[in-house]
């Protein structure tokens, strides 16, 4: 298949972004049964909303990290195969999955009933990662479709960091039973790690 297909796999991926960081805010809202009586009870219904904005941010970031790594991931193949189109749509998949653990962190992250959500959203974290590792490995097999040698290894280290997301996110989501709380704050400062990540691999691809 052409790199036409590419630019049209692209677009969709594009849109399933899109439709996923707007399902996020969706959540944002004060529930209707909130008695608001004066401008003291709407404070403290905003207060309660603390753990849903944190929830959002969080994913906002994740959804965003993941959509820029895909974009500079397509600038890497000059092919398309159908495996590789279906490897994107398992990492779709992953993508629109991450509204509804969000709204369980939300609703449930600062209360003793956490570990549910808590493990739905590391689970989240393994599709995203099996995504990206079918995504890597139909990139570069059989065939490869990347455009040259450098695009080939990059491609390579994009699959060894699968290995390592996949192991880290499904260990979050056997630790989360028992400890919620405590994983909530890793998974907060790995998404930090990403971002750091992303640029400075931004800024050496742009070097080179």
């Given at each position: 298949m052409s790199a036409n297909a590419n630019a049209r796999l692209e677009t969709?991926?594009?849109?399933?972004?899109?439709?996923?960081?707007?399902?996020?805010?969706?959540?944002?809202?004060?529930?209707?049964t909130t008695a608001i009586g004066s401008t003291a009870d709407l404070w403290r219904a905003l207060a309660h909303l603390l753990p849903s904005v944190f929830a959002f941010v969080l994913s906002f970031g994740i959804i965003f990290i993941a959509w820029v790594n895909h974009h500079e991931m397509m600038k890497l193949v000059d092919k398309s195969s159908q495996a590789f189109i279906y490897a994107n749509g398992v990492l779709m998949l992953g993508v629109v999955f991450v509204p509804f653990p969000t709204a369980l962190l939300g609703d449930y992250l600062m209360t003793g009933h956490a570990a549910p959500a808590v493990v739905l959203y590391s689970v989240a974290g393994v599709l995203m990662g099996v995504g990206w590792w079918l995504t890597g490995r139909t990139a570069l097999?059989?065939?490869?479709?990347?455009?040259?040698?450098?695009?080939?290894?990059?491609?390579?280290?994009?699959?060894?960091?699968?290995?390592?997301?996949?192991?880290?996110?499904?260990?979050?989501?056997?630790?989360?039973?028992?400890?919620?709380?405590?994983?909530?704050?890793?998974?907060?400062?790995?998404?930090v790690y990403w971002v750091i990540y992303g640029l400075r691999s931004a800024g050496t691809a742009h070097a080179e």
């Open positions: 969709f991926c594009d849109g399933v972004y899109a439709i996923a960081l707007t399902l996020l805010v969706i959540e944002l809202r004060i529930p209707v097999n059989p065939v490869p479709l990347t455009r040259n040698e450098h695009a080939t290894a990059q491609m390579r280290k994009g699959l060894k960091n699968s290995y390592f997301a996949i192991a880290f996110y499904g260990t979050c989501a056997i630790v989360a039973v028992w400890l919620p709380l405590p994983t909530a704050v890793v998974l907060t400062l790995m998404w």
